[in-house]
């Protein structure tokens, strides 16, 4: 069984965790966001694809969700008494190595798929990571000041400045990295983690080229809106920015049945969802099963993975 | 007073310590060779600016002699378990943040100079601290095998291959950083502590003008030679690559007397550099004293300071 799943972070991260539960024997193919790396103290920093490899390798810090467990920050602190470094993004010693080596790799001229494989060398993340592509990306915030990089507006501004618009800049010039349309074109299947919908699935769909491979395949999608509100981070923030309401059918109808064809969701957004499903004709011709979605632990999360390949098998021809 | 002084590493630093203690009012620029700077994972480190900046700001390692106080050595493990990075050169975590800083510094076009003083800013050691250079000055030693950097053949090697010779690349290209010919030409006399003769002092003259600055200058040497050895470092394979003898006396007339007026040496030299100064017609004209040269705290370093400035202001004219 081969299996393609569009990733961003954190959500991404634990699902894929479930899915290799579920389905140790499938060849998994990881195609990452790239559009929120950022440059900090000079280093490039990928934090969708990093996210991926430190918890599929065993590395990640569980209770934070997001970077290296056992980490440490003198770094931070050395800049900082330096007067310099963004005091509003942390960087811990174990994760700046990390940034230390892929920027001297991309440095010395080689490509970041390249560069994520060498890391991946070491983390063993059990799935095949490949970036979305090789060329920058970069998802800028349009608020009333004028435009900001994602991260900033995200992680510095708590996503709580209104967005006016949210931009990949880059990705209609992009091409997809090394691999990605074949991983797509071969796989049995398609499966979009509860990923935000904006700012980590948008800009890979945004890569030309990318859609319409999606498109070509039976894609089953789980939804990161739970009862009306993420699950985790601000998505609601993000939806708002492009005129779409903060549910489970509201993003479904987004992404759009010429782009999925199942869609998971939480057991206490079913009725709403069906509601949807008879008065929204974006939503026609999607498959919809309700189950509990948090995913709490491995094997609540491979539970879900589990019903995304179900469905997503019931729906290929 | 005003007095410069051209520094190497550690023994610089250690004398530059007693030069503070022995003449708190003095206007001390301190010119450093950056000959020895390398790229080490992707990063600018700059090995003689940084030990002298750490010691006169109370950030090193004064068992150690060279790097920060409290060092960790976390990314160095995990640039290792990614299977990179040089297992012969040792960075530690604070230093890291001195070269991630400064790397980004320089990639934003700022010059070595303004890095430099941006870094001291924090540090505030108390002298004026002047790269030789903003231009590339690279010291590459040949061995059997070749040319190659000298930390590797320093550090790796432990300058235990000999060295058919010791070459200051990009040397005769290269421009006096700013405000170096000035501090040397305002200096009310200049001093040279300590340092590898020829691979610290040796490159700052090898810039052209600086040598012809120092020249017009009543100039003080102290010997880095005691008893036919290096003090610290290996200074011997240094010195027996370009033909000189390890003897305090053959680094005065390596120096001669068109460079230098007068040498500090240790009193068991005594008698070996009297009877050389009868012999070798180098040394004509040098002004030699003996006095305890091993710099064993701050008041042993002050005193031997203070020496070279009763020297430097007996001899200037």
């Given at each position: 069984?081969?299996?393609?799943?569009?990733?961003?972070?954190?959500?991404?991260?634990?699902?894929?965790?479930?899915?290799?539960?579920?389905?140790?024997?499938?060849?998994?193919?990881?195609?990452?966001?790239?559009?929120?790396?950022?440059?900090?103290?000079?280093?490039?920093?990928?934090?969708?694809?990093?996210?991926?490899?430190?918890?599929?390798?065993?590395?990640?810090?569980?209770?934070?969700?997001?970077?290296?467990?056992?980490?440490?920050?003198?770094?931070?602190?050395?800049?900082?008494?330096?007067?310099?470094?963004?005091?509003?993004?942390?960087?811990?010693?174990?994760?700046?190595?990390?940034?230390?080596?892929?920027?001297?790799?991309?440095a010395e001229?080689?490509?970041?798929?390249?560069?994520?494989?060498?890391?991946?060398?070491?983390?063993?993340?059990?799935?095949?990571?490949?970036?979305?592509?090789?060329?920058?990306?970069?998802?800028?915030?349009?608020i009333d000041?004028?435009?900001?990089?994602?991260?900033?507006?995200?992680?510095?501004?708590?996503?709580?400045?209104?967005?006016?618009?949210?931009?990949?800049?880059?990705?209609?010039?992009?091409?997809?990295?090394?691999?990605?349309?074949?991983?797509?074109?071969?796989?049995?299947?398609?499966?979009?983690?509860?990923?935000?919908?904006?700012?980590?699935?948008?800009?890979?769909?945004?890569?030309?080229?990318?859609?319409?491979?999606?498109?070509?395949?039976?894609?089953?999608?789980?939804?990161?809106?739970?009862?009306?509100a993420p699950?985790?981070?601000?998505?609601?923030?993000?939806?708002?920015?492009?005129?779409?309401?903060?549910?489970?059918?509201?993003?479904?109808?987004?992404?759009?049945?010429?782009?999925?064809?199942?869609?998971?969701?939480?057991?206490?957004?079913?009725?709403?969802?069906?509601?949807?499903?008879?008065?929204?004709?974006?939503?026609?011709?999607?498959?919809?099963?309700?189950?509990?979605?948090?995913?709490?632990?491995?094997?609540?999360?491979?539970?879900?993975?589990?019903?995304?390949?179900?469905?997503?098998?019931?729906?290929?021809?």
């Open positions: 069984m081969r299996i393609t799943v569009l990733a961003g972070g954190i959500g991404a991260a634990r699902f894929l965790r479930g899915l290799l539960a579920a389905a140790p024997e499938a060849t998994i193919t990881v195609i990452g966001n790239t559009a929120d790396d950022i440059t900090l103290s000079g280093l490039r920093v990928c934090p969708d694809l990093d996210s991926v490899m430190y918890t599929l390798g065993g590395g990640s810090n569980e209770e934070q969700g997001w970077g290296r467990a056992g980490e440490s920050f003198r770094i931070r602190d050395e800049l900082a008494a330096y007067g310099a470094g963004p005091s509003w993004f942390a960087l811990g010693d174990l994760d700046f190595a990390t940034h230390i080596l892929r920027s001297q790799l991309l001229g080689r490509p970041l798929s390249e560069v994520t494989r060498i890391l991946c060398d070491r983390w063993q993340p059990g799935i095949r990571l490949l970036p979305m592509s090789d060329d920058r990306v970069e998802t800028q915030v349009k000041s004028g435009l900001i990089h994602f991260q900033e507006w995200w992680v510095r501004l708590h996503a709580a400045v209104p967005a006016e618009a949210i931009i990949p800049v880059g990705a209609d010039a992009a091409a997809p990295g090394p691999g990605v349309l074949e991983a797509i074109a071969e796989a049995d299947f398609v499966l979009f983690p509860p990923s935000n919908p904006v700012v980590s699935i948008g800009p890979i769909l945004a890569v030309p080229g990318i859609r319409a491979a999606v498109e070509a395949k039976t894609v089953v999608g789980v939804s990161g809106i739970i009862g009306g699950v985790r981070g601000m998505a609601d923030a993000c939806l708002t920015a492009i005129g779409v309401e903060t549910t489970a059918a509201a993003v479904a109808a987004h992404y759009g049945a010429g782009l999925i064809d199942g869609w998971l969701i939480d057991e206490q957004d079913k009725a709403a969802v069906e509601k949807a499903l008879d008065d929204d004709p974006a939503l026609f011709g999607i498959a919809v099963r309700a189950l509990p979605l948090y995913m709490r632990d491995v094997p609540s999360s491979a539970a879900i993975a589990q019903a995304a390949i179900d469905l997503a098998k019931e729906l290929t021809p």
